[in-house]
């Protein structure tokens, strides 16, 4: 007979808003403890199952499966300090993330404002020279040319690349986004608008479009925490 107090497999999937395949195997990857077994060979399965579930679907969101995973088995390890370290990573990284976004955006609207006039042929430049403005790598600035982000002239008989300043101006909005994590594809469909008609709102919208990202994963990561609050609280503080 089952236990008043033990749940199923299917019951932990339900409560965890997940698949009853998905809860063995979270089970086999050490994310949630060891289910006992009945007479029979079922599984029998605690409201501490369900919390480490719930919790990992929030780390999970917050930080990608991979890690969510490491943090829920630090959990289950009773790590203490190891485990909050974990916790605090994730954090910094997300805190990092905000601030360069916030450089990003002010770089970006700061460089898109410039203006274009009385342009010499000797403010373009080579490709070593603007890699080395920028601080990137020459095969980087090859493969923004190569991605269609920013295209420059070819000059002379080899064909070497010439940046003219609004090349520069192009190259130094797709660093500081890139920076910021925004992904070439996006990009690629982003620089061609703004050469052509300075749509500064679409560069906005990519912005607000990653902060509003990063909220998400910043809530995701505080119910994460509240729920492992719960798992790893003393069995008579523990939620019924």
Known sequence: ????????????????????????????DGVLPPASRTAS??????????????AYRALAAATGPVEAKTIMRAAQAHLGSGLLALLDEAHARLAAERRDLALARDA???????????????????????????????????????????????????????YSPADVRDARIVHQLRLAGHRIAPLRALMP????????????????ARD?????????????????????AP??????
């Open 108 to 162: 970006a609207e700061a460089i898109t404002a410039e203006p274009i006039g009385d342009v010499r042929p000797s403010d373009a430049m080579t490709v070593s020279e603007l890699a080395a403005a920028l601080g990137v790598r020459t095969s980087t600035l090859r493969h923004w040319d190569a991605e269609g982000l920013v295209v420059p002239a070819r000059t002379g008989p080899s064909g070497a690349r010439r």
């Open 41 to 54: 060979g079922y599984r029998r399965y605690t409201e501490a199952h369900v919390r480490s579930a719930l």
């Open 193 to 208: 608008e703004l050469r052509r008609a300075r749509r500064w709102a679409d560069l906005t919208a990519t912005f607000d």
């Open 235 to 240: 069995e008579d503080e523990q939620p019924a």
């Open 1 to 28: 007979m089952r236990s008043r107090n033990s749940l199923r497999t299917v019951d932990v999937a339900r409560r965890a808003g997940c698949s009853v395949q998905q809860v063995r195997n979270l089970e086999r």
């Open 212 to 232: 509003a990202a990063i909220d998400a994963r910043s809530r995701a990561l505080l119910e994460a925490a509240a729920a492992l609050a719960s798992l790893l």
